[in-house]
């Protein structure tokens, strides 16, 4: 994986450092998006806001990363495939991404994320 993240970084004009490593390794590897409290966590070394925020804004500029804001108000990341929709649970605000694939085109706006907000199965199942 190292190697490949190399050559990502060489190809997109990006400096290669073991922080921007973890990060990406990180985000390649998850299920879901990720809050930066979640990937600062897995990483194993501390890393601050501000170093986080910039080396993610990298990414974002390469278009290798994707964010989005969740109704609590707390930002999330994962590794830009395509684009596609996200659940966000009103209750327990757990973030999943949707199977279904979103297409949608405005006349000159670019999509870059869907938001559909609600109660998640387990949330409901809850409340039963």
């Known amino acids: 994986m190292r190697h490949e993240i190399k050559k990502l970084f060489k190809d997109k004009g990006i400096k290669f450092t073991v922080a921007r490593e973890m990060i990406l390794d990180i985000l390649n590897e ?26 993610i804004s990298l990414f974002e500029e390469a278009n290798i990363v994707r964010k989005f804001e969740s109704s609590e108000r707390k930002w999330y990341f994962e590794v830009f495939e ?32 869907v938001i559909v907000k609600g109660i998640c199965k387990t949330c409901k199942n809850a409340h039963i």
């Open 30 to 55: 998850a299920k879901s998006p990720l809050s930066y409290e979640q990937i600062r966590a897995k990483m194993g070394m501390d890393i601050d806001k501000t170093t986080f925020y910039r080396n």
């Open 82 to 113: 395509k684009t596609h929709a996200h659940f966000v649970c009103d209750s327990c605000h757990s973030v999943k991404c949707v199977d279904f694939t979103v297409n949608l085109s405005f006349e000159e706006y670019e999509i870059k994320n």
